[in-house]
């Protein structure tokens, strides 16, 4: 299901609920109830209550926010290393050129086409990746410069790899969630206190009444939901987030890139 088809289906229910909850009450409402004031002290925890839970709605979106960066740029790393050491094995013989270059696409097909699936669905990572960067430092690591220029090229290669997989250990490890359970707990519930919170204001039936609760309602379901999409570092459908590896490395046949 795709994610804006969620959020579409929440932001209907929270209306229904909110204008349902609304209509209820005004049939029980008393004949002589005065809804012309709303006591001082109900007002201000309203604002209060609502002060604190912007404040910690901001900080979750903050937090992951920076997550989904650092995921992001470890990605970044990851496939620029990798594509530098394609670019710097020029300077090898043709054999020892071609065998570099297809253990490094075959370490990109595998992350793509195989890891990346298990990440959005929040499986850890293949233990298979790190095999494939495992045999391409090895071979790389017992390959003897033959000349001046292969010397040069010899240590700026096996730092590009090692960049490449303290990257891959980056992004393998930033791929849970970032928000424990105990702050999405408050988060939902600090939701529907907020939202409850309208009817202590007297709300009535009226047009502009119920317009105001449905966006304000809304408004929560979709900051709820901003916060729910970045909590996945990775996404939540499709591989969007491998493009660095797609774009730098275009000729490669991807299964899961289509």
């Known amino acids: 299901m795709s994610e804006w088809l969620v959020l579409a289906i929440a932001m209907a229910l ?8 609304t209509a209820l009450r005004h049939r029980r409402v008393a004949v002589d109830e005065d809804t ?13 209550v609502g002060v604190v839970y912007a404040i910690v ?10 997550a989904r960066g650092a995921a992001e740029d470890s990605v970044r790393r990851e496939a620029q290393s990798l594509y530098e050491v394609t670019q710097r094995a020029d300077v090898y013989p043709a054999p020892v050129r071609d065998r570099i270059r297809g253990e490094v696409n075959a370490y990109v ?4 086409s195989v890891d990346w699936p298990r990440l959005v669905s929040g499986e850890a990572a293949s233990t298979e990746g790190g095999e494939l960067l495992g045999k391409l430092r090895g071979d790389l690591t017992h390959q003897n410069p033959g000349n001046e220029l ?18 891959r250990h980056e992004r393998t490890q930033s791929d849970a969630s970032t928000l424990p359970s105990v702050v999405w707990l408050g988060l939902v519930v600090g939701g529907l206190v907020t939202v409850g919170l309208i ?7 009226s047009g502009r009444e119920l317009l105001l609760a449905g966006l304000f309602s809304t408004l929560i379901v979709f900051l709820l939901f901003m916060v729910w999409s970045f909590d996945a570092p990775f996404g939540r459908d499709g591989i969007d987030s491998a493009a660095p590896f797609q774009d730098l490395f275009p000729a490669l046949s991807l299964a899961a890139g289509g």
């Open 199 to 205: 009817f202590t204001l007297q709300i009535r039936r």
């Open 150 to 167: 292969q010397a040069q090229a010899y240590q700026p290669l096996l730092d590009h790899i090692a960049a490449a997989d303290d990257a």
């Open 109 to 112: 097909s595998h992350t793509v």
């Open 36 to 48: 012309s004031e709303t006591p001082d002290v109900i007002e201000y925890m309203v604002m209060m």
């Open 57 to 66: 709605l901001g900080l979750a979106i903050a937090g992951v926010w920076e």
């Open 14 to 21: 929270v209306c229904a609920l909110v204008f349902t909850f």
